[in-house]
């Protein structure tokens, strides 16, 4: 599944751009195409030299130029065998390589533990495969992790089936998996038409048509995953998504569109992982528009996520963004104890790239807490940012144990008004950041402790990881 837009970005000399994940392959160093074609004498044709001897470029409006190229950056790059027929869609490896390297990281990652009964092999399921079968067995060759792919479309599961089987030093590794077999619920078709109301103005029996199963059904019962992922249709037509004239438009209607697009799409994910919530540890999906991201990203806290991430996937001028969340408890849980707790806290990022100033782990930071539902007082001047519980937010805190000074009565009667607590972002030296996190409403000192955690975790996770 996939399409998308091109950005635009407007920054000054001094904002640098933001880079590939930096174990992407392609991060250093771009793809050669002159050496490529040298190397592979069918990919020759595609590429163009500019007079004078410059440099090899490769026209991406070209459906056939750009499918060679991925045949053969996954052959010269990964050892993978690989095809697909006209009018499927073609995924570009750099881009698909760093959504499989951000989910490593949050694998990697102590935040969310392991389910107890997982096996020691990393397994994920891939939501609409596509006949290109990207994912597997990009997964499979760099990492060794397993997979399930499911679609729907005969020619997407044809085609899936026989990249598999091309490669066979990866076919154990990868299950192709027919949705279609699984009939489909009417409370998928209830979400689905709640999710269309909400990103179009038509009326919804004029867009509604049965979606096939994306995870309820489809994932049997029992199975345990590490991760699902998915690139979903990031269109409401196949018109929009013809509106790029710098892309080739490949890509069948069940891969590019869906009725209230990538939104509706994404919000049957997030209500199937509601009844899947033992079955993943990690929950994922690439969205397209931005724009998408912060209801998205309510939706997951609607439906009981403990944890939310976000993160932000760049080639070239293209961004995508990744949406991902959990419903296990999170690792690092606020210890209660009779010792008052720590008023000021504070971590330190360090080996930044430039461009990840203080103002953008400011407002990371700030969409941190603003995820979390919690009020947000920016002061950009002084770096810093207020942050407020809401009276029945402080009571619930208090309530779950929070108070560690007097009793729930005492409290409840003298609730602090004003900010709980206040983030400073300072810079060290180039490159390095200090967080400091101070304590306003010492009756949240759990709640205080626990969220500046996960705000580390994350921040951490976001700008470090990256710099690396």
Known sequence: MGGGRKRRRQRDCSDAPPTMHPRNRYASSAPDFAALAALYPSFEPFVSVSAGGGRATVDFTDFAATRELTRVLLLHDHGVNWWIPDGQLCPT?????NYIHWIEDLLSSDLIPRISNSSETVRGFDIGTGANCIYPLLGASLLGWSFVGSDVTDVALEWAKKNVESNQHLAGLIEIRNANEVPCSSKSETVAEEAVR????????NVVRSIPPILVGVVKDSEIFDFCMCNPPFFESMEEAGLNPKTSCAGTAEEMACPGGEQAFITLIIEDSASLKNSFRWFTSMVGRKANLKLL???????????????????GQTARWGLAWSFIAPRKMVVRSSIPGKVHYSFMLQGLHRGNGAFQVLKSAEAFFCASNLSCKTDSLSFSIDVTLSDEQTEAAILDGDDLSGSIEDNSTKLHTGASFRISVFEQMPGTLLIRGSLLNKSLSGTFSSLFSQLEETLKLEFVSKAR
């Open 297 to 315: 990203v309510s939706k997951a806290r609607a439906v009981g996520a403990s944890v939310v991430k976000t993160t932000e996937f760049v080639q």
């Open 93 to 97: 490896v750099p881009n698909r390589s």
């Open 198 to 205: 909400e990103s179009t103005s038509e009326p919804v029996e």
